[in-house]
């Protein structure tokens, strides 16, 4: 029988994995959005220079730029923040970063089926695959819908509501010590990360059962 023959099925990981994970990080950034204030809407390319509740154009600028909750003060806070490009912020507030942004995903969600059919997620890298698809998607998801729901854009066209789109960032974290403040991520950015982990280690993992196999 073959490596690829004795992999799982991806459907039923998804339905256990991915899915739940997918609700979890939905169901966390919606109570964020309902319940925090939303930041600054850019005014040309000066987004914070206007009074607080002032229409300029097409744009509203909310009642506070930052809405926080403290949840370990000093170290862990909830804190809404807009983000249009990808990890770290990169491409953040430029004019390509939600179309590009947009389609990126959907050609992740294509690799990551086609590498599964061709047996690469082995081992531990088996569970980084719902890992990926649960970041994927839930990011995407964000910024599908979310530019639907910014104040200041209701009389806009759907492509323009859409071009909008954002993902909802409020893991706002500080690591002890170094006093680093790490750039504000969410559930669906962790599973990200942490399939990547397992990617990485997996490598070594490979490396040895090589080493094992060669004696």
């Known amino acids: ?6 992999m799982p099925r991806l459907l039923p990981l998804l339905l256990k994995i991915s899915l739940p994970l997918v609700v979890l990080d939905q169901l966390t950034k919606w109570w964020v959005v309902f319940n925090l204030k939303q930041p600054y809407l850019p005014y040309q390319t000066y987004p914070y220079l206007a009074p607080a ?7 509203w600028l ?13 170290y862990f806070n ?31 969600l294509t690799v990551v089926s086609l590498l ?6 082995v ?32 009389g806009e066209s759907f492509w323009t509501r859409l071009s909008e ?13 170094i006093n680093y403040r790490w750039p504000s991520f969410n559930v669906a950015d962790s599973c990200i990360c942490i399939a990547a982990s397992l990617l990485f280690l997996s ?9 094992d196999q060669s004696k």
């Open 1 to 6: 029988m073959t490596q690829i023959a004795r």
């Open 165 to 177: 789109g954002y993902v909802v960032d409020f893991i706002d974290v500080t690591i002890p010590f």
């Open 123 to 154: 081992g531990w890298a088996k569970w980084s695959a719902p890992l990926l698809v649960a970041g994927v998607v839930g990011n995407l998801i964000d910024r599908l819908t979310q530019g639907f729901v910014l104040k200041g854009y209701e």
């Open 203 to 211: 490598a070594f993992q490979a490396e040895d059962k090589v080493k």
């Open 62 to 74: 909310a009642s506070n730029h930052v809405d926080l909750i403290p949840v370990i003060d000093g």
């Open 53 to 59: 509740g002032e229409f300029k154009g097409k744009y």
């Open 78 to 108: 909830i804190n809404r923040v807009h983000n249009q490009g990808v990890a770290f912020g990169f491409g953040n507030g430029t004019d390509w970063a939600p179309i590009v942004f947009l389609i990126v995903p959907i050609v992740a």
């Open 116 to 121: 599964w059919k061709k047996g690469v997620f």
